[in-house]
Nanobody, 126 residues
Framework: QVELVESGGGLVQAGGSLRLSCKTS????????IGWFRQAPGKEREFVAG????????LYADSVKGRFTVSRDSAKNTVDLQMNGLEPEDTADYYC???????????????????WGQGTHVIVSS
């Protein structure tokens, strides 16, 4: 089994920054890609960013390109999401997820990920 725990959420003013962290444990050697997703109240869960096993490939949703950066430290079994220039529209519960499939790049569909964390709240005030 693989466990994921997110941290770093909180309340921030528009224009501010937060750094989310996803700590993995358990059978971490089976993990391939890590994805970040978010879900705002009353909305569907959406892809935010993803990173490959070696950290060489990263993907971003158009809505966060240029503002968010995903990074991976395999030695520490962590994946961070640096969020700059936060907007009220970024308010959501943020989740990290892991897959063990041999996909060529991180998937944008949540159904491709087998393991999920419990989420961390991010609130951006205007």
């Amino acid at each position: 089994q693989v466990e994921l725990v997110e941290s770093g959420g909180g309340l921030v003013q528009a224009g501010g920054s937060l750094r989310l962290s996803c700590k993995t444990s358990g059978r971490t050697w089976i993990i391939n890609h890590i994805g970040w997703f978010r879900q705002a109240p009353g909305k569907e869960r959406e892809f935010v960013a993803g990173i490959s096993k070696g950290g060489t490939t990263s993907l971003y949703a158009d809505s966060v390109k240029g503002r968010f950066t995903v990074s991976r430290d395999s030695a520490k079994n962590t994946v961070d999401l640096q969020m700059n220039g936060l907007e009220p529209e970024d308010t959501a519960d943020y989740y990290c997820a892991a897959d063990s499939f041999p996909l060529p790049k991180p998937a944008e569909r949540s159904s491709e990920y087998e393991y999920w964390g419990q989420g961390t709240h991010v609130i951006v005030s205007s």
